[in-house]
T-cell receptor, first 111, second 112 residues
């Protein structure tokens, strides 16, 4: 059965800290891995990583994909209170291009 | 503005009263999905559609129906809602199912 596992489930840090969020997966016919940020309501897209793009960076956020070891990490440097959210990892797999979601990491950044 | 629009945003209804949650996207996306999100269970796919008139079950389809008569619309139908369908629902779309998924604002449904 396809699965995506995120760790830790919850994290509390102080402003300015650097955090690393983990996502491991076991799926059939991997297509891509996506990271989302969910605050009050709908998830918003951060990154998509594929075989041809295994490292992405945007400002203080960066992500890498290790297709051999079947995991990805999301790094946030110099965290701010606005980074407080649930971070979701999803893997797109199979002929039906289904997104398989992890349960998320809840990040709280304290001032 | 490119977006996915769900309506209503909030709905409280009684057991057994049929309801429809609408979803519309203006990005000409082929692939659309419905999810429900529950604490501790994450996002679970209800139904998906890879194109017009093509729909298929996701992981938790029981008690739901969908239709895809037009590319832009993908309504979710609860014929006889029950309290265990109380949840936060999201519609999402993507281009051919190969790109990022864009989410609607969500519909908070309570069935009493």
């Amino acid at each position: 059965e396809d699965k995506v596992v995120q760790s830790p489930l919850s994290l509390v840090v102080h402003e300015g800290d650097t955090v690393t969020l983990n996502c491991s997966y076991e799926v059939t016919n991997f297509r891509s891995l996506l990271w989302y940020k969910q605050e009050k309501k709908a998830p918003t897209f951060l990154f998509m990583l594929t075989s041809s793009g295994i490292e992405k960076k945007s400002g203080r956020l960066s992500s890498i994909l290790d297709k051999k070891e079947l995991f990805s990490i999301l790094n946030i440097t110099a965290t701010q209170t606005g980074d407080s959210a649930i971070y979701l990892c999803a893997v797109r797999a199979g002929n039906n291009r289904k997104l398989i979601w992890g349960l998320g990491t809840s990040l709280a950044v304290n001032p | 503005e490119a977006q996915v629009t769900q309506n209503p945003r909030y709905l409280i209804t009684v057991t057994g009263k049929k309801l429809t949650v609408t979803c519309s996207q203006n990005m000409n996306h082929e692939y659309m999905s419905w999810y429900r999100q529950d604490p501790g269970l994450g996002l679970r796919q209800i139904y998906y559609s890879m194109n017009v008139e093509v729909t298929d079950k996701g992981d938790v389809p029981e008690g739901y129906k969908v239709s895809r008569k037009e590319k832009r619309n993908f309504p979710l139908i609860l014929e006889s809602p029950s309290p265990n369908q109380t949840s936060l629902y999201f519609c999402a779309s993507s281009y051919r199912g190969d790109t990022e998924a864009f989410f609607g604002q969500g519909t908070r449904l309570t069935v009493v």
